[in-house]
């Protein structure tokens, strides 16, 4: 069975701070892999998703990477501000199901 | 980017009685729809997988006959659960998943914030 497991499971840091998230997972067949964010009391919105063919992805201030062979994903945010303040997940698809981490709690101080 | 909405936000009833959540795709058709439970800090648990036209498939642990699903269209799956206890107190999420075959990405519905008194 996947496990997904992220790290660490909370951060803070200062507001411009570069910071990477960790992803692992024990199962190297997999179909994607999804990060997502969710604010307290909310759903998670879809912030990159990574095919298993590929090594990563961009979009703004993130950047995600995928090795799928050493099962690892990290999710590098840039010049980080209060308002990326969330718990992040990663997700897991192995074609049949979702497998999700336990996320990382992000605190950006101001 | 695809839509789903879930309805209600929150909710707030009586033990016994029975809550139905609904999830609707807005823009694409979903024949697989999840739902989710996640409690306070935690991760989310999946707790049964709606084919659109066919019984949901449930994971261990989690009751059928307490946690009815019914996914009678493509845009639509709902989550009832039947004569509610304080113990069924959560969050819960739905999601589908976007049909491409070259995506299968997953959007999820806003959540819904169960509380029984």
């Known amino acids: 069975k996947q496990e997904v497991t992220q790290i660490p499971a909370a951060l803070s840091v200062p507001e411009g701070e570069n910071l990477v998230l960790n992803c692992s997972f024990t199962d190297s067949a997999i179909y994607n892999l999804q990060w997502f964010r969710q604010d307290p009391g909310k759903g998670l919105t879809s912030l990159l998703l990574?095919?298993?063919?590929?090594r990563e992805q961009t979009s703004g201030r993130l950047n995600a990477s995928l090795d799928k062979s050493s099962g690892r994903s990290t999710l590098y945010i840039a010049a980080s501000q209060p308002g990326d303040s969330a718990t992040y997940l990663c997700?897991?698809?192995?074609?049949?199901?979702?497998?999700f981490g336990t996320g990382t709690s992000l605190t950006v101080i101001p | 980017g695809a839509v789903v909405s879930q309805h209600p936000s929150w909710v707030i009833c009586k033990s016994g009685t029975s809550v139905k959540i609904e999830c609707r795709s807005l823009?694409?058709?979903?024949?697989?729809m999840f739902w989710y439970r996640q409690f306070p800090k935690q991760s989310l648990m999946l707790m049964a997988t709606?084919?659109?036209?066919?019984?949901?498939?449930?994971e261990q642990g989690v009751e059928k006959d307490k946690f009815l699903i019914n996914h009678a269209s493509l845009t639509l799956s709902t989550l009832t659960v039947t004569s509610a206890h304080p113990e069924d107190s959560s969050f819960y999420i739905c999601?589908?998943?976007?049909?491409?075959?070259?995506?299968?990405?997953?959007?999820f519905g806003s959540g819904t914030q169960l509380s029984v008194l």
């Open positions: 997700a897991v698809n192995t074609g049949n199901q979702f497998y």
């Open positions: 990574i095919q298993s063919s590929q």
């Open positions: 823009d694409f058709q979903a024949t697989t």
């Open positions: 999601s589908a998943r976007d049909p491409s075959p070259t995506n299968e990405k997953l959007f």
């Open positions: 709606s084919n659109e036209g066919s019984k949901a498939t449930y």
